[in-house]
């Protein structure tokens, strides 16, 4: 029954070999031609079926690896309570920072240089696997905006600087107070503050001879604490 409706719709739009150019074709050839056409379908409705499989296999995946990252930083943030401050007096300012690698990269540079704490603006959670173990040695504050984490240092007395490749003075040039706190911005957006509410903080910027003025905030971030710690060994 399925090669009869076929045989219908391929003599209607005259795709079947007729009597005028092929006299010789015989019913069973017709039929073959008809059978090796539905395969080749069936063919392409597989290849498409199995495209979509893999979509959604892909979509499951990102959701589970989404999971898997959370999970782990709440198994990684209770160790974390446990956290002693590090040997310098330097913070650092992640200031809605992308919660894939970058964080969990800056905590593992964090540790290795000492830092006194790390204190995270508007990041709910973040995958620690990049940090390597660092996320449970080095304390973490959690705050929900600037202003909360701005009154707090200035309690403490921290001069406080920003990362801006456009202005400031060189890092090279200036020299970091004990209790400095450095804001690394987010990757695409920069800072979610606005400048102007907080006339105490200072800018820098990392010294770029390239053609392209960034850097991928991990990498600025182990450029400040490396200067910052320099600068201790100095004057040692």
Not at 167 to 179: I, N
Request: aromatic content about 12%; glycine content about 4%; overall charge positive.
């Amino acid at each position: 029954m399925l090669y009869h409706h076929q045989l219908r719709y391929e003599n209607k739009y005259n795709l079947l070999p007729t009597s005028a150019n092929k006299p010789d074709h015989s019913r069973a050839e017709n039929t073959l031609y008809l059978f090796v056409k539905a395969q080749k379908s069936f063919t392409n409705r597989v290849g498409e079926d199995k495209n979509i499989t893999m979509s959604s296999s892909k979509k499951r995946h990102k959701r589970s690896q989404a999971e898997q990252a959370q999970w782990l930083f709440r198994r990684h943030k209770n160790a974390n309570l446990l956290a002693e401050p590090g040997v310098n007096e330097f913070i650092v300012v992640l200031d809605h920072v992308k919660s894939d690698f970058n964080i969990g990269k800056i905590f593992r540079t964090a540790d290795a240089f000492g830092a006194r704490e790390v204190h995270l603006l508007g990041i709910d959670y973040f995958d620690p696997t990049p940090a390597k173990g660092s996320f449970k040695w080095v304390p973490a504050k959690f705050h929900e905006d600037m202003a909360t984490c701005y009154a707090e240092l200035s309690s403490r007395e921290y001069t406080l600087f920003t990362l801006d490749p456009g202005q400031g003075a060189l890092l090279s040039d200036v020299l970091l107070p004990a209790k400095s706190a450095f804001i690394l911005g987010h990757e695409e957006f920069g800072h979610s503050f606005d400048y102007q509410e907080y006339s105490q903080i200072q800018p820098l910027r990392i010294p770029q001879l390239g053609k392209v003025q960034s850097l991928n905030v991990s990498i600025a971030a182990s450029v400040v604490m490396y200067e910052y710690v320099r600068q201790r060994i100095n004057k040692a």
